[in-house]
């Protein structure tokens, strides 16, 4: 099972950048998937869930600014991301897990967001 995250860099503040995280080796549409930020020295935290069943749920840190959607035609969950504030600055990563689990089995490898002021 493999999770490539892609679409992070460098943006200025209030700007956009939109987050991609395509799945293989898994049956996706099963998955509930998930995007995680890590800031320096912060610990992980969920930033949004795409439900398998269709439901969506944002940290009320980014709701109004983000959308979490998927696309599992094409095995792929997105994070878009608007007026981004240096705060959102972060290693973005996406993450898999069975409905019911307490645990994420899968893992993307990160991609940085890096937000300018």
Request: with cysteine; proline share 3%.
């Amino acid at each position: 099972v493999q999770l490539q995250a892609s679409g992070g860099g460098l943006v200025q503040a209030g700007g956009s950048l939109r987050l991609s995280c395509t799945g293989s080796g898994l049956t996706f549409s099963r998955y509930n998937m998930a995007w995680f930020r890590q800031a320096p020295g912060k610990e992980r935290k969920v930033v949004g869930i795409a439900w398998s069943e269709g439901g969506r749920h944002l940290a009320d840190s980014v709701k109004g600014r983000f959308t979490i959607s998927r696309d599992n035609a094409k095995n792929t969950v997105y994070l878009q991301m608007n007026s981004l504030t240096p705060e959102d600055t972060a290693v973005y990563y996406c993450a898999a897990s069975l409905p019911g689990s307490t645990k994420y089995d899968y893992w993307g490898q990160g991609t940085l967001v890096t937000v300018s002021s």
